[in-house]
């Protein structure tokens, strides 16, 4: 069956148009990735707006390769600035940065390529292998599963945001709320649209995304204080130089480096940026060599690549299983697929296989795009990273107000990407995530529905949710991820307690 | 200084009453196994109101005091977006945007007269090569 799915996947993936679209989405996610302050998730969904006109496959082409691209081309500005480009190449400036500061840029890069491309071709394959049969296993789901998937991945991100206690759920519940703006699917009956029409339809959700992820950015960047005018590293044109023998010394620890990426990659929330620490930490602890990790190990570099960019397809694994996206990036590439008239989930395998391998197939074509990209060239995308902040902020600001008119060709779309992106800001400021708010908002009318379908079809009430075992299982780890800061916050309180009577008992 | 999380969390809350209050206009179920179209906002608007106020409690002395000054330059900023924007629906995008560009670098610090300039109308004729007439977004009408 796989076989079959990706000759009909590769089918759609020959046409020259859509390997375009592929190939035009890794270059601007290269752009993406090395501008500090623009990521995957906040260049995904600007380039949103530019693919309304693009055929469905084109579109989806065009995104995966941004997404996939935008991730590793953060290492390029970790490498040559000691600035991580995106939070996924953090860990990567401890021994890529050192490496380039000792005049070995060139080899840096070329690790940082390599891994970043196996990673990424590793992560695609454990997302086949784990997506299709996950995907038949919830072909029996009914409304109540949906329900209680949705309000898991919902508590997942939310019990993750640090700061405040409890803020990652208020904020979370918040997206859930503005959900409910709009008609009512059930009754027709129009819900706190105050009198305006322009929100008959609910708050538009790629303009609340281009808002909360890329305006509340450019203004986070006005306000921030710090200089970027750092020393770059500059690489030759042709800067490839990994060998066999190199390759040979990265390879252990590429092996743990995608592993980690798979695995973590396709767990909600736990993302490309923890993936990068964890694959770093594990690969120091199975090195030969840990004493050398942080002062410009290759393997500590192969390692912090190889996972973050293994995460990048395996993150697609809840999203084309269930429906539900389980990062960021995958809620925005959720939303830019329902907007060309695709439904993520189980059903998807069974209407239209050749879609799903297609998917698939993109993201390793990306890989080999970025790797050529990562191959020859690298020079020209570090001069992006020398690029003035006033220039990167109007441009954000620019696209994202184009992004937001593109969807219905409505300037009441712009002033709620503004608002939302004034919102996203003083979050920002306050310490706090937007990551709930914008999961919220793509899962709320998912949660709502088919919380109330499965109440009108069951004609038992809210037994349903506890009579069904999948349901009970999957609310009872809500209940459990609910209550973690609960007792995180007991914890901390009782820590406190017992350091004050120790100090006054001195 | 202020608690940023505080100012943010009595809006929220307000928000939640509004909410409520709202509802009370909203029709009955149409069948008794739904719940209506006003049930699942006040659930949600009640557990986001007493989860604010059990945080607050919880986490007290835990919010960010952020400077009122690093928050005013980017909230004017966007203020002056918004009038671009609604600027722009008046006399149309393309004799607006180039003037806002400038205008907004000029603004974050970039003092370059004749780059700033090519760079607005470099960008004004990108975006409208772009998206009106190869992507046939309407943009003249944004």
Same mark, same amino acid.
């Given at each position: 069956?796989?076989?079959? &799915?990706?000759?009909?996947?590769?089918?759609?993936?020959?046409?020259?148009?859509?390997?375009?679209?592929?190939?035009?989405?890794?270059?601007?996610?290269? +752009?993406?990735?090395?501008?500090?302050?623009?990521?995957?998730?906040?260049?995904?969904?600007? @380039?949103?707006?530019?693919?309304?006109?693009? !055929?469905?496959?084109?579109?989806?082409?065009?995104?995966?390769?941004?997404?996939?691209?935008?991730?590793?081309?953060? +290492?390029?500005?970790?490498?040559?600035?000691?600035? !991580?480009?995106?939070?996924? #190449?953090?860990?990567?400036?401890?021994?890529?940065?050192? %490496? #380039?500061?000792?005049?070995?840029?060139?080899?840096?890069? +070329?690790?940082?390529?390599?891994?970043?491309?196996?990673?990424?071709?590793? &992560?695609?394959?454990?997302?086949?292998?784990?997506?299709?049969?996950?995907?038949?296993?919830? =072909?029996?789901?009914?409304?109540?599963?949906?329900?209680? =998937?949705?309000? @898991? &991945?919902?508590?997942?991100?939310?019990?993750?945001?640090?700061?405040?206690?409890?803020?990652?759920?208020?904020?979370?519940?918040?997206?859930? /709320?503005?959900?409910?703006?709009?008609?009512?699917?059930?009754?027709?009956?129009?819900?706190?649209?105050?009198?305006?029409?322009? /929100?008959?339809?609910?708050?538009?959700?790629?303009?609340?995304?281009?808002?909360?992820?890329?305006?509340?950015?450019?203004?986070? @960047?006005?306000?921030?204080?710090?200089?970027?005018?750092?020393?770059?590293?500059?690489?030759?044109?042709?800067?490839?130089?990994?060998?066999?023998?190199?390759?040979?010394?990265?390879?252990?620890?590429?092996?743990?480096?995608?592993?980690?990426?798979?695995?973590?990659?396709?767990?909600?929330?736990?993302?490309?940026?923890?993936?990068?620490?964890?694959?770093?930490?594990?690969?120091?602890?199975?090195?030969?060599?840990?004493?050398?990790?942080?002062?410009?190990?290759?393997?500590?570099?192969?390692?912090?690549?190889?996972? *973050?960019?293994?995460?990048? +397809? #395996?993150?697609?694994?809840?999203?084309?299983?269930?429906?539900?996206?389980?990062?960021?990036?995958?809620?925005?590439?959720?939303?830019?697929? %329902?907007?060309?008239?695709?439904?993520?989930?189980?059903?998807?395998?069974?209407?239209?296989?050749?879609?799903?391998?297609?998917?698939? =197939?993109?993201?390793?074509?990306?890989?080999?795009? %970025?790797?050529?990209?990562?191959?020859?060239?690298?020079?020209?995308?570090?001069?992006?990273?020398?690029?003035?902040?006033?220039?990167?902020? %109007?441009?954000?600001?620019?696209?994202?107000?184009?992004?937001?008119?593109?969807?219905?060709?409505?300037?009441?779309?712009?002033?709620?990407?503004?608002? /939302?992106?004034?919102?996203?800001? @003083?979050?920002?400021?306050?310490?706090?995530?937007?990551?709930?708010?914008?999961?919220?908002?793509?899962? &709320?009318?998912?949660?709502?529905?088919?919380?109330?379908?499965?109440?009108?079809?069951? *004609? #038992?009430?809210?037994?349903?949710?506890?009579?069904? !075992?999948?349901?009970?299982?999957?609310?009872?780890?809500?209940?459990?991820?609910?209550?973690?800061?609960?007792?995180?916050?007991?914890?901390?309180? =009782?820590?406190?307690?017992?350091?004050?009577?120790?100090?006054?008992?001195? | 200084?202020?608690?940023?999380?505080?100012?943010?969390?009595?809006?929220?809350?307000?928000?939640?009453?509004?909410?409520?209050?709202?509802?009370?206009?909203?029709?009955?179920?149409?069948?008794?196994?739904?719940?209506?179209?006003?049930?699942?906002?006040?659930?949600?608007?009640?557990?986001?109101?007493?989860?604010?106020?059990?945080?607050?409690?919880?986490?007290?002395?835990?919010?960010?005091?952020?400077?009122?000054?690093?928050?005013?330059?980017?909230?004017?900023?966007?203020?002056?977006?918004?009038?671009?924007?609604?600027?722009?629906?008046?006399?149309?995008?393309?004799?607006?945007?180039?003037?806002?560009?400038?205008?907004?670098?000029?603004?974050?610090?970039?003092?370059?007269?004749?780059?700033?300039?090519?760079?607005?109308?470099?960008?004004?004729?990108?975006?409208?090569?772009?998206?009106?007439?190869?992507?046939?977004?309407?943009?003249?009408?944004?």
């Amino acid at each position: 069956m796989i076989i079959d &799915g990706l000759m009909a996947g590769a089918e759609i993936l020959a046409q020259p148009t859509i390997l375009l679209g592929v190939l035009i989405g890794v270059m601007i996610g290269m +752009s993406f990735g090395v501008t500090p302050g623009l990521d995957a998730t906040s260049g995904t969904a600007l @380039l949103v707006s530019a693919t309304f006109a693009l !055929p469905m496959e084109v579109a989806i082409g065009a995104l995966l390769g941004l997404y996939t691209a935008a991730t590793y081309a953060g +290492s390029i500005t970790a490498i040559t600035i000691g600035v !991580p480009g995106t939070p996924a #190449s953090a860990a990567t400036v401890l021994d890529g940065f050192p %490496m #380039s500061k000792a005049g070995k840029l060139d080899r840096a890069l +070329s690790i940082s390529i390599t891994a970043s491309v196996i990673g990424g071709i590793f &992560g695609t394959v454990a997302l086949v292998f784990l997506a299709v049969p996950l995907a038949e296993f919830a =072909l029996n789901f009914g409304a109540p599963e949906y329900f209680a =998937l949705g309000l @898991l &991945g919902v508590a997942i991100i939310a019990s993750l945001v640090h700061g405040m206690f409890l803020s990652g759920f208020i904020l979370a519940i918040f997206g859930l /709320l503005i959900t409910t703006i709009g008609i009512d699917p059930f009754t027709g009956y129009p819900r706190f649209t105050f009198g305006n029409m322009n /929100l008959i339809e609910g708050v538009p959700y790629i303009p609340a995304l281009v808002g909360l992820f890329a305006i509340s950015e450019a203004l986070s @960047l006005i306000s921030e204080k710090t200089d970027r005018n750092a020393t770059v590293h500059k690489p030759k044109f042709f800067a490839y130089s990994m060998g066999w023998g190199l390759l040979r010394k990265i390879g252990r620890a590429t092996a743990i480096g995608s592993i980690v990426g798979a695995i973590l990659g396709a767990i909600p929330a736990a993302g490309a940026a923890a993936a990068n620490w964890i694959g770093y930490n594990e690969a120091r602890r199975f090195s030969r060599h840990p004493d050398e990790f942080g002062k410009g190990s290759e393997e500590g570099l192969a390692a912090a690549e190889s996972s *973050n960019n293994g995460t990048v +397809s #395996s993150a697609l694994v809840p999203l084309l299983a269930f429906g539900i996206p389980g990062s960021a990036t995958a809620a925005v590439l959720l939303g830019a697929m %329902m907007l060309h008239g695709v439904t993520p989930g189980p059903s998807l395998f069974v209407e239209n296989p050749a879609l799903v391998y297609f998917i698939f =197939l993109a993201l390793v074509i990306a890989n080999i795009f %970025m790797l050529g990209f990562g191959i020859f060239g690298v020079s020209f995308w570090v001069r992006l990273v020398q690029l003035p902040k006033p220039f990167i902020v %109007m441009t954000i600001l620019t696209l994202s107000v184009v992004g937001a008119f593109s969807v219905r060709n409505n300037v009441f779309d712009v002033y709620v990407a503004i608002g /939302l992106g004034i919102f996203g800001f @003083l979050l920002r400021r306050a310490g706090l995530s937007v990551v709930p708010i914008v999961l919220a908002i793509v899962l &709320g009318a998912l949660i709502e529905e088919n919380f109330r379908r499965g109440l009108i079809a069951s *004609n #038992s009430g809210m037994w349903v949710f506890v009579e069904r !075992p999948i349901t009970a299982v999957i609310l009872a780890i809500t209940v459990v991820t609910f209550l973690a800061p609960l007792v995180r916050a007991a914890r901390v309180q =009782l820590a406190g307690r017992r350091t004050s009577k120790a100090a006054g008992q001195r | 200084m202020v608690p940023l999380v505080h100012i943010i969390y009595i809006c929220l809350f307000a928000m939640g009453a509004l909410f409520i209050w709202m509802t009370q206009a909203f029709p009955r179920p149409l069948s008794a196994d739904d719940i209506g179209p006003a049930m699942f906002p006040i659930w949600l608007a009640i557990v986001m109101m007493t989860l604010i106020v059990v945080d607050t409690v919880i986490s007290w002395g835990r919010a960010k005091k952020v400077p009122l000054g690093d928050v005013g330059l980017a909230f004017l900023f966007a203020l002056g977006m918004g009038s671009a924007v609604w600027a722009s629906s008046r006399f149309g995008l393309f004799y607006v945007l180039p003037v806002a560009l400038y205008t907004g670098l000029w603004v974050i610090g970039s003092r370059r007269l004749v780059v700033n300039g090519i760079f607005s109308l470099a960008m004004s004729v990108v975006l409208w090569a772009l998206f009106d007439q190869l992507l046939s977004i309407p943009l003249s009408r944004l």
